[in-house]
């Protein structure tokens, strides 16, 4: 089974793993590092990597972070030079949803990491524009 790693800054990967699990079920091989004030650079670098071994069982390991420029997504693209896992900065619900649902299956890392990347952008969805057009069938209805 592919791992799973939520990396980011304060309690974001916790709530995120936790509203995961509310739809998804209790996962296995899904972690998450938090970075909290006052954490060292290097403590929290050794944290991630440490998790990602223990993720690593046989698939791989798929890392989402919070945002691309910040701290969590830093360190993750230091450890890519030299640690074999995907890694993707934005991430949403709806991705991690897709990661955790679809690894259970033959998927390897490298379709599932591209899956996401997709899933993730397609997940934004303009609440306005769907209003809109919900007032508009009302219209047409009547």
Known sequence: MIGIL????????DGLKSAVELIAGKQEQFQTVGLYYGDSMEKFTDKILETINNLNCDKGVLVFVDILGGSPSNVILKLL???NFKAIAGV????????VLSRKSDIELEELFKDCLLVGKDALISLNNVFSDMQEDIKNDF
Do not use: E, I, Y
């Open 92 to 99: 949403n619900m709806p991705m991690v949803c897709h990661a």
């Open 6 to 13: 939520l990396v980011t800054h304060g309690g974001f990967a």
């Open 81 to 83: 030079k030299d640690n």
